[in-house]
């Protein structure tokens, strides 16, 4: 018959490290130095690193208030060699310098950490070759899982991923032939709903102002494409370079404006665009939405603080972030295989404020 021993007090931790830094810091403390002063297994404690939702949430506390008072750091480089897992998973991303992106990985990132893993971050730029330098230097760390945005990657870089055989999921666009798995919404059909919106309203003259990366690329393509549907060929459209500013929009509408002035409605590839159109126009005297509707796309927090208030295209960035780490974690857990490809389309709505 086998006995419980309570746990020893935080107090006694504290004369433990004590202790241990005397015989020459922190940096000799092992994991059963941890588990003796919570009074659990060394097994324990490394659910607690790797595996937390599988440990009793009153265990949870007292061995994480052990770990803090003790400073004991968990050897990553050890557990990754002899167990062959690295608890890191890699995020590539454009940007994180407005809230589009970053919405998605901070919600990915919370998912995958209380689920025991790290998460790597890279920023590519909107640049296919960036991407493809980044994937060589991520995945030296040997990550355990890949999350990609958008579909549109070189031929090398889908060839190199498919033949590591990590789970993989692209968010923020939609394709039928993704790498592995896949969550996230359809650019195109959303250029064809603005362009409806557009048309519903009496707007016969509409124009785009767009980034040129590949999904901004894809909103213009549906948006023309709806509008040639209509008898609509002549589309006047200012391009600008990723990624997207206030003062780019602020640029590009007096441009549009000056090689086409019976423009009647703008797709903005980006709430920022927007803003800075709303600006423009508001100093050249046009009026919004009575002689120039304005949309724009991401439906950013100060959207509902523009005069006029600023219709836009809304994605749900937390959605896409939760599922994208929920399909990695499935398939890291061994829930689902390869042989069961998934996607999630989560959709976008078209808020309709007063500048359109």
Not at 274 to 297: D, H, K, N, Y
Request: charged fraction near 20%; hydrophobic fraction near 40%; glycine fraction near 8%.
């Amino acid at each position: 018959m086998s006995t419980i021993k309570p746990a020893p007090s935080i107090e006694h931790a504290d004369a433990t490290v004590r202790a241990k830094r005397t015989r020459g810091g922190p940096k000799g403390l092992r994991i059963t130095d941890v588990a003796a002063q919570a009074g659990v297994s060394p097994i324990t404690v490394s659910r607690v690193f790797n595996n937390p939702e599988s440990v009793a949430p009153e265990t949870l506390e007292r061995v994480r208030q052990v770990v803090q008072k003790l400073g004991y750091v968990p050897n990553r480089l050890a557990g990754g060699l002899s167990s062959a897992r690295s608890r890191l998973v890699a995020a590539i991303v454009p940007t994180v310098s407005h809230s589009l992106f970053s919405e998605t990985i901070q919600v990915f990132s919370e998912t995958m950490s209380r689920a025991g893993y790290e998460v790597l971050l890279a920023l590519s730029g909107y640049s296919a070759s960036n991407e493809e330098s980044l994937l060589d230097t991520v995945l030296s760390r040997r990550p355990e899982g890949v999350l990609l945005t958008g579909v549109a990657h070189t031929e090398s870089l889908r060839g190199r991923l498919k033949n590591v055989g990590i789970p993989v999921v692209e968010t923020w666009d939609m394709t039928d032939t993704p790498i592995d798995m896949l969550v996230g919404f359809s650019h195109y059909q959303i250029g064809v709903a603005v362009a409806g919106h557009f048309l519903a309203r009496g707007a016969r003259r509409p124009a785009l102002i767009s980034a040129n990366d590949a999904r901004a690329l894809a909103r213009r393509a549906g948006f023309r494409e709806r509008l040639a549907q209509e008898g609509i060929e002549d589309v006047p459209e200012e391009q600008v370079a990723p990624p997207s500013s206030v003062a780019h929009g602020k640029r590009a509408l007096p441009q549009l404006l000056a090689r086409a002035r019976d423009i009647d409605a703008v797709f903005c590839g980006s709430d920022l665009l927007a803003i800075g159109a709303l600006g423009a126009a508001r100093q050249m005297g046009v009026q919004v939405p009575s002689q120039l509707a304005i949309c724009g796309f991401g439906d950013l927090e100060f959207a509902t603080e523009t005069t006029p208030q600023l219709t836009t295209v809304r994605v749900e960035g937390t959605r896409i972030g939760v599922n994208a780490a929920r399909f990695l974690l499935d398939r890291l857990s061994g829930e689902t295989s390869v042989a069961e490809p998934r996607a999630l389309d989560v959709g976008f709505t078209i808020v309709t404020r007063e500048s359109a």
